[in-house]
């Protein structure tokens, strides 16, 4: 514990009448409290289980709330078995998928109590009354696997899939199973990592654990409980939450709030009262303590207060820092040491002014004042009044499942560089040279087939393209591919050349060199609600270096809605103003006009700053006097849509031009947008990102800064899967209205929209409801989404056109109507649309019932409710982003050849010409990109991967792609090293196949593109280019004889296939003997 921490703890409860309150909550069958401001209550509840014999349970009124309570004890205090106890959002009655982290949580709990465990569980009502199996039910149903136990295998599998675990080719999520031959993985829902069991017979020999993204072995397992989850827990739910601890201590947090919310604004909840009336039945039989909002005289007073309000400006802090240092010892709380050196700096902290005051690092949501102790407690959240942020790291790490990303299906769509896109149909064995071979079968245009072996799948990709662009598939035989190919090459590097001729102009161009940061840009810095992430710190410190250079910046900065950009554009246009320049925000639209209004307003609002906007819903006569200011001066930074690049428009001095979504600006506003950037810095934002791989190659012709890094801060967004029933829809509109919240409800169908706007005002009287869909003009659709984003809708009925470049932290709620008729990646990209602030975000998926759904949709629907974490399965959505980015950033006519040949070619096509035209540039003459010596390698033995020891086909291909895609002999040995921990020993083929892989490496780099053996005949053939990489023939002599003298065979030069060598040898094994050689080359 942190010393301050520990002076904080000491000086509130080493107090009388502090010691006094405690006792007599614990001796006392029922006592009311009030005083608990701020954390006080985090650190109350922590000291009162600490002096407790019993378990203590705090009931918190919202499930938000309760989270947030229970992580910031558990920061305050690792070492006290502190637990969240969750349920669903809806009655128990109610089919639905409990989200597995949140399954994982009940189970801790039940299973902590069960084995006598002594607890602080922070819960809500409605996990007190849930209905639960009794404890020696649950116990009864508990299987404990350890090293030694014996079990029948099968009915172990056919048990774990009673208790809700489903059977997959990988387990890589809670609630997963996955065997292999003896090898049997499960993933369980409660807070272990995966685990990896080996069966001996009926006998586990040995456990591992494993990491789900790698799916290698970390270390070994003592052993693990396995429990069925919630959903399968039967009939039998006659017990409780409070009969699982003995004696339980219960905490109730405001219980004025409890089965408030979860009513129309006319009607009455029929089952309020039974639920209210079961609640206080069971918690008035147990030592209770109550925290109340409305105190009465009997209350025990604990004397904590809110702290006051601060001023607005550095100074008005300081002088109230100063007032209060006086009399009461003053404690300036962070959760992290660079954000307390940025307060000491910006606050300008000295010891001697400030003599009464700590600054340190102590994990407090919010502060508070112990007048009568002389103790107040500030977060940096309350002096610079911003929201709040605290919130530890989930349990276990949600990563991307390998399979989602690359599992192949007969029919998708393929790229081959050399033979172009056909269609994938399957893996195929087929017989070469007298010896079995896998590959993958692709069918192409007239129903010609291609067959690639597995070792040549680096050649091969799965096409990716822009939604709705099917490709054509291509005729063997003839030159249309290669055309096709070059064509987009020679395009890109027109492009390329174009950009760089633009770019080497604007480096002649005179600019203005801002100076270095001033004291008020550090300010603006210090007062940023939210620690930066590294790539937004990164793109800020780019800005500056360009802005204080004294040429024009041109610069994009790229990444989704809510990932920064926005502040790294105020700073920008913050630094334009500090250096006595305007600075101009252009954007499409007048929703993202008034947004980023709304932002640089507040954000700026500390500084004499004159921030305006421009846009036709400003009426004439305002719209005059902004034009006005802008030609005197008065307006330092304007946000306008096209109305800036009018032709009344004048700047003063126009230092700074911030363009937002540049590709959606029409020919005509490019070009005035052109005229107005001349000479001035720009800053370019884009919300749809481009992939890292596009970045850096484009990078050298292009500045450009990525910001992919998800915000730290960002709560996981609360998913489940129901079947439709208007009032589960009513409840959840009403929750998210009770805390204030706006609702958005996604139906797909825009004939029947409106209707769907009449059933939300149908079941929940005086909703106010918007209707947005792609049919609508502009105009129509641009002022439901203003009059939205200005809450004079409560809910906005919708299609799947959710602008995406708008940010609206007021929406935390997603209603998503037949969820089962979307993909994943648009659930994903919808998901993304709310969940922007610190506010718990909600997302319900409604189908029909789960009867009527194929297995296909239940999994894509679990797979999106499972992964609520951001960044997990990120990558999914991120694809179709990133494409439709790349064509936003590249143009039409480049979209068009990424079509043509994929966006995974495109790219490396992008790298090839990038580099041959920056080689032009430096010799004056057409430059060609080498063609990459690759080596065959023609084995008369079975090479593959036996479908008996990989059973998945999917996993196959994954796992030959991988193999296919390794750059060294010691990736293979790794790769050796996974088989073995996953799969179990290495059959003969599948060794052959690692063979053949090291033996393509060995050879690739050293200029060898064929090696053949056929019984004891070894046959190598080199690549001309590697030939002519000697610098003289005495030195390719020279390389020929050390090859013959390592040879102790006779050696024969061949000329029919290009030049190579031919041995007869003795060797019982001809691949051993072949990869000496080749290292034995060096």
């Given amino acids: 514990m942190a010393s301050t921490q520990q002076e904080i703890t000491k000086r509130i409860f080493t107090d009388k009448r502090s010691n006094l309150i405690i006792n007599k909550c614990l001796s006392e069958f029922e006592t009311q409290i009030r005083g608990l401001s701020g954390s006080l209550l985090p650190l109350f509840l922590l000291e009162l289980f600490g002096r407790s014999p019993s378990s203590v349970i705090a009931v918190c009124p919202d499930p938000d709330t309760a989270e947030a309570l229970a992580d910031e004890m558990i920061l305050l205090n690792p070492e006290t078995p502190v637990y969240f106890f969750p349920m669903s959002d809806f009655d128990a009655s109610r ?53 030694g136990a014996r079990f029948d295998f099968m009915k172990l599998v056919e048990r774990l899939t009673d208790y809700g675990y489903s059977r997959e080719p990988v387990a890589e999520r809670p609630g997963e199973i996955s065997i292999r031959g003896g090898i049997f993985d499960i993933f369980p829902y409660t807070g272990e990592p995966p685990q990896r069991i080996e069966f001996f017979g009926n006998e586990i020999e040995t456990i591992r654990a494993f990491d789900a993204e790698t799916q290698m072995s970390t270390g070994p397992s003592p052993g693990f409980d396995v429990l069925p989850v919630p959903s399968e827990w039967g009939a039998d739910r006659s017990s409780h939450l409070l009969g699982y601890p003995r004696t339980p201590l219960v905490f109730l947090d405001e219980p004025e709030r409890y089965f408030t919310g979860l009513k129309s604004r006319d009607t009455e909840d029929p089952a309020k009262e039974e639920k209210e009336n079961r609640f206080f039945s069971l918690v008035r039989s147990h030592t209770l303590i109550s925290h109340r909002m409305f105190s009465s005289p009997k209350d025990q007073d604990f004397g904590g207060r809110p702290v006051k309000k601060t ?20 404690f300036l709380v962070c959760e992290q040491e660079a954000q307390t050196a940025r307060l000491r700096e910006t606050l300008e902290l000295d010891d001697q002014t400030f003599s009464n005051l700590s600054v340190d690092v102590v994990p407090l949501r919010e502060g508070f004042d112990l007048p009568d102790l002389g103790v107040t407690v500030y977060t940096d959240r309350e002096l610079f009044n911003y929201p709040g942020r605290l919130r530890r790291k989930p349990k276990f790490r949600e990563g991307v499942p390998i399979r989602e990303l690359s599992a192949l299906s007969p029919g998708d769509y393929m790229v081959h560089i050399d033979y172009g896109i056909g269609r994938f149909a399957g893996l195929k064995k087929i017989e070469v040279n007298g010896s079995e071979r ?81 004291p008020w840009e550090n300010e603006l810095l210090a007062s940023f609600a939210y620690e930066d992430t590294p790539d937004q710190n990164r793109a800020t410190e780019e800005v500056k270096a360009d802005m204080e250079r004294p040429r024009p910046m041109d610069r994009l900065i790229c990444g989704d809605v809510g990932y920064g950009k926005t502040e790294v554009a105020v700073r920008a246009a913050f630094k334009a103003v500090a250096g006595g320049k305007q600075a101009a925000v252009l954007v499409p639209t007048t ?17 004499p700053v004159h921030v305006e906007m421009l846009s036709r819903f400003r009426n004439p006569a305002h719209q005059k006097r902004i034009v006005e200011k802008l030609k005197t001066g008065a307006v330092d930074i304007v946000i306008g849509t096209h109305r800036l690049l009018s032709g009344d428009i004048v700047f003063k001095d126009l230092g700074l ?83 204030g919240g706006q609702v958005f409800f996604v139906h797909n ?88 602030s610190d506010q718990r975000a909600y997302a319900y998926l409604f189908t029909p019932p789960f009867g009527q759904l194929s297995p296909e949709s239940i999994k894509r629907l679990r797979t999106i409710e499972e992964f609520t974490e951001l960044g997990s399965g990120f990558q999914i959505a991120m694809r179709d982003l990133e494409i439709r980015g790349a064509g936003n950033l590249l143009g039409t006519r480049q979209s068009g050849f990424m079509d043509a040949v994929g966006f995974d070619l495109y790219t490396r096509l992008v790298r090839e010409a990038v580099d041959e035209v920056k080689a032009e540039a430096e010799s004056a003459e057409p430059v060609q990109s080498p063609a990459q010596t690759e080596c065959s390698v023609d084995l008369s033995a079975a090479a593959f991967l036996p479908d008996d020891y990989v059973h998945d086909e999917n996993l196959r291909v994954n796992l030959y792609r991988r193999l296919a895609a390794f750059t060294t002999p010691s990736d293979v040995d790794r790769f050796e090293d996974e088989l073995r921990d996953r799969f179990g020993p290495v059959p003969p083929e599948a060794y ?91």
């Fill in 95 to 147: 089919p639905s998928y409990l989200n597995p982290r949140e399954a994982g949580r009940q189970m801790d709990v039940l299973r902590a109590f069960s084995a006598g465990a002594r607890c602080l569980v922070v819960t809500t009502p409605g996990g007190v009354i849930q209905p639960l199996p009794t404890p020696d039910n649950l116990r009864a149903a508990e299987i404990r696997l350890m090293p």
């Fill in 311 to 330: 001023g607005r400006t550095v100074q008005e802090i300081r002088d109230l820092l100063h007032g209060l240092g006086a009399r009461n010892r003053i």
């Fill in 438 to 518: 896998e590959c993958l079968s692709l069918a192409y245009q007239d129903g010609d087939a291609l067959y690639v072996p597995v070792d040549k799948m680096e050649r091969v990709q799965k096409y990716s393209g822009r939604d709705g662009v099917t490709p054509e598939l291509t005729k063997l035989g003839t030159q249309k591919w290669e055309t096709i190919k070059s064509r987009t090459k020679g395009s890109i590097k027109d492009m390329a050349r174009d950009l760089i001729a633009i770019y080497a102009a604007r480096e002649t161009l005179p600019g203005h060199a801002f100076q270095p940061d001033t």
């Fill in 591 to 607: 929703v993202l006009a008034q947004q980023h209004h709304n932002t640089f307003s507040e954000r700026l609002a500390r500084f």
């Fill in 657 to 739: 031009l911030i363009i937002d979504e540049e590709h959606r600006f029409g020919v005509r506003h490019k070009e005035a947008i052109k005229a107005l950037r001349m000479n001035v810095d720009v800053l370019a934002l884009s919300a749809t990102p481009i992939p890292r791989t596009l970045q850096l190659s484009l990078i050298h012709i292009r500045d450009m800064s990525l910001i992919t890094t998800p915000p730290r801060d960002r709560l996981p967004i609360h998913t489940e899967v129901l079947p439709f029933d208007e009032s589960v829809v009513a409840e959840a509109i009403l929750r998210e209205m009770a805390r």
């Fill in 749 to 836: 169908r825009i004939e029947s929209i409106h209707a769907a706007a009449e059933m939300l005002r149908r079941i929940v009287p005086g909703l106010r409801v918007g209707v947005a869909h792609g049919r609508m003009n502009a105009h129509e659709l641009e002022r439901v989404m203003v009059d939205f984003v200005d809450r004079k809708y409560d809910c906005l009925a919708t299609t799947m056109i959710i602008e995406s470049g708008i940010d609206m932290p007021h929406v935390n709620t997603l209603l998503v109507n037949r969820a089962d008729r979307m993909g994943l990646a648009q659930l994903y990209q919808l998901r993304g649309r709310v969940g922007r």
């Fill in 992 to 1082: 052959t196949l690692l063979e053949v892989s090291r033996l393509r490496l060995e050879g690739q780099s050293r200029g060898v593109k064929r090696l053949m053996i056929d019984r004891k005949v070894l046959r190598l053939f080199f690549d001309e280019t590697w030939m002519d990489s000697f610098a003289s023939p005495e030195q390719f002599s020279a390389h020929l004889r050390s090859i013959i003298a390592s040879s102790q065979y006779p050696v024969q030069f061949l000329h029919e296939k290009g030049f190579g060598l031919r041995m007869e040898i003795t060797e019982d094994d001809p691949v051993a003997f072949a990869k000496k050689l080749l290292q034995r080359w060096g």
